[in-house]
Antibody, heavy 128, light 113 residues
Framework: QLQLQESGPGLVKPSETLSLTCTVS??????????WGWIRQPPGKGLEWIGT???????YYNPSLKSRVTISVDTSKNQFSLKLSSVTAADTAVYYC????????????????????WGQGTLVTVSS | DIVMTQSPDSLPVSLGERATINCKSS????????????LAWYQQKPGQPPKLLMH???TRESGVPDRFSGSGSGTDFTLTISSLQAEDVAVYYC?????????FGQGTRLEIK
């Protein structure tokens, strides 16, 4: 059974960089069929896609966060990571890592599918 | 960006009754090339991550009870629970994956009347 687990600091100071890692077990992050993403949910609010990575390193970011986000992958550790710079209180949220159920390339555009496996999430609070 | 709008925001339903949640996209999420609607539904219970219920608008995930069904095409979609059970109390989200960025509806809170 595929499992994903987020890890990282639960408290980050304003203007600093939030760093989280997702460890994948029960399956390989290097599978050709899947993409790996980050989603966040502010307390009591809805879901926001942050970005996604393919095991070969291709990345896809939400334009609303693109200037501050970096997602990377370490296939040797079966992990992928999120860095979000210059955080403010508005970045306080539960951060989830998840697997996309697949993706296709059509007319040179990559379409990445729904999220079929999710981590339990980790609350990151931005506060001094 | 494709904006996903769900209705209602909150839905009280009696046990055993039908629950219907609507989701409307600001642009069509139907790909003509494969005739598939790039839409998913999730269920989120308190303190838990979202759980995938449906993809391709109407394909039920393995293990999801058959009282859950999805329908619709283009811009208008519906998630129906045919006979509400107590364990169905949750927030439900639709999500489009037709165009980047991936976007979600604001959520519909389903509760027992």
């Amino acid at each position: 059974q595929l499992q994903l687990q987020e890890s990282g600091p639960g408290l980050v100071k304003p203007s600093e960089t939030l760093s989280l890692t997702c460890t994948v077990s029960g399956g390989s992050i290097s599978s050709r069929n899947y993409y790996w993403g980050w989603i966040r949910q502010p307390p009591g609010k809805g879901l926001e896609w942050i970005g996604t990575i393919y095991y070969r390193g291709s990345t896809y970011y939400n334009p609303s966060l693109k200037s501050r986000v970096t997602i990377s992958v370490d296939t040797s550790k079966n992990q992928f990571s999120l860095k979000l710079s210059s955080v403010t209180a508005a970045d306080t949220a539960v951060y989830y890592c998840a697997r996309h159920g697949g993706g296709i390339t059509t007319f040179a555009v990559v379409i990445i599918y729904y999220f079929d496996y999710w981590g339990q999430g980790t609350l990151v609070t931005v506060s001094s | 960006d494709i904006v996903m709008t769900q209705s209602p925001d909150s839905l009280p339903v009696s046990l055993g009754e039908r629950a219907t949640i609507n989701c409307k996209s600001s642009q069509s999420v139907l790909y003509r090339s494969d005739n598939k609607n790039y839409l998913a539904w999730y269920q989120q219970k308190p303190g838990q991550p979202p759980k995938l219920l449906m993809h391709w608008a109407s394909t039920r995930e393995s293990g999801v009870p058959d009282r859950f069904s999805g329908s619709g095409s283009g811009t208008d979609f519906t998630l129906t629970i045919s006979s509400l059970q107590a364990e169905d109390v949750a927030v439900y989200y639709c999500q489009q994956y037709h165009s980047a960025p991936i976007t979600f509806g604001q959520g519909t809170r389903l509760e027992i009347k």
